[in-house]
T-cell receptor
Framework: QQQVKQSPQSLIVQKGGISIINCAYE??????FPWYQQFPGKGPALLIA?????SEKKEGRFTISFNKSAKQFSLHIMDSQPGDSATYFC???????????FGTGTRLTIIP | KAGVTQTPRYLIKTRGQQVTLSCSPI?????VSWYQQTPGQGLQFLFE???????NKGNFPGRFSGRQFSNSRSEMNVSTLELGDSALYLC?????????????FGPGTRLTVT
């Protein structure tokens, strides 16, 4: 019940396109869903996060869409740029509990 | 504000030895969590400390331990190292507010066990 499933494992998108990464969770008690971006040799960096009381959150080119009934959430990167090439992780936790359960990661490559 | 710092950045140890890794959280952050990252298992939660007390623990053997000091700095220790302990060990800090779980990661310590 603690799993977070992430897809796809890898994704290639043309510059200017939309990158979409999906995650599904099992534990209905989860109430905090962040996305992290990780470059080689660096630690994960918090990108954007959402609580289940909203269905969408947007910050710049990054948008989280959340579907509580389907227990799914996704990251959309608009106008994808080569600098967005990185590994992206979704995660879930309970508010007030610092333990993050991570998805398996998506390696995103943006090609010119 | 300075970010989360971890020392050392790289470490090579021999099987059977022990190792201590250090983490300094963002100023004002009282919670420190540790994660292990490997290509096979991904990012896995080790434990979390708050006010010098272990508040949460993942599914790792007792060889993995940690502690937190009064200034919120944290250390983790791995005893009797095994080849499978080779990984990137990440530390994350947070304010640990009831309304927010925002955690910020350090650059990690790359541990290689030979």
């Amino acid at each position: 019940q603690q799993q977070v499933k992430q897809s796809p494992q890898s994704l290639i998108v043309q510059k200017g396109g939309i990158s979409i990464i999906n995650c599904a969770y099992e534990n209905t008690a989860f109430d905090y869903f962040p996305w992290y971006q990780q470059f080689p040799g660096k630690g994960p960096a918090l990108l954007i996060a959402i609580r289940p009381d909203v269905s969408e959150k947007k910050e710049g080119r990054f948008t989280i869409s959340f579907n509580k009934s389907a227990k799914q959430f996704s990251l959309h990167i608009m106008d994808s740029q080569p600098g967005d090439s990185a590994t992206y992780f979704c995660a879930a936790s309970l508010i007030g509990n610092e333990k993050l359960t991570f998805g398996t990661g998506t390696r995103l490559t943006i090609i010119p | 504000k300075a970010g989360v710092t971890q020392t050392p950045r790289y470490l090579i140890k021999t099987r059977g030895q022990q190792v201590t890794l250090s983490c300094s959280p963002i100023s004002g952050h009282r919670s420190v969590s540790w994660y292990q990252q490997t290509p096979g298992q991904g990012l896995q939660f080790l434990f979390e400390y708050f006010s010098e007390t272990q508040r949460n623990k993942g599914n790792f053997p007792g060889r993995f331990s940690g502690r937190q000091f009064s200034n919120s700095r944290s250390e983790m220790n791995v005893s009797t190292l095994e080849l499978g302990d080779s990984a990137l060990y990440l530390c994350a800090s947070s304010l640990s507010l009831r309304s927010s779980n925002e955690q910020y990661f350090g650059p990690g310590t790359r541990l290689t066990v030979t």
